[in-house]
């Protein structure tokens, strides 16, 4: 199994970037996807989920909320993340994850997640 997070970069406040997780190895639409971030001396904290198979499901972290949108493409067994007005606060190593021990619904808890793909950098500065 692997998780690989892409798409990361430096851009300026207000500005707009699209992640991606690609999977292989596994049957991508049996799990929840999650996207976490982790800033310097910062716990790392959920971002947004995506509910298994046709990812009816969606859950957001309340300083993104109406700034991001994930979204999942089963076919192509990758996980996005499309990040809008960016601001300095977002800046963090943006990681996928995979759980499989949810249905209905996706968890922000870390915890829940047993397949981490390695991160991506994100920074926002002028």
């Known amino acids: 199994v692997q998780l690989q997070a892409s798409g990361g970069g430096l851009l300026q406040p207000g500005g707009s970037l699209r992640l991606s997780c690609a999977a292989s190895?596994?049957?991508?639409?049996?799990?929840?996807i999650g996207w976490f971030r982790q800033a310097p001396g910062k716990e790392r904290e959920g971002v947004a989920c995506?509910?298994?198979?046709?990812?009816?499901?969606?859950h957001y972290t309340d300083s993104v909320q109406g700034r991001f949108t994930i979204s999942r493409d089963n076919a192509k067994k990758t996980a996005y993340l499309q990040m809008g007005r960016l601001k300095p606060e977002d800046t963090a190593v943006y990681y996928c994850a995979m759980d499989r021990t949810v249905f209905y619904y996706c968890s922000l808890d870390r915890d829940s997640y047993e397949k981490w793909g390695q991160g991506t950098q994100v920074t926002v500065s002028s």
């Open positions: 995506i509910s298994r198979n046709g990812g009816s499901k969606a």
């Open positions: 190895g596994v049957s991508f639409r049996d799990y929840a």
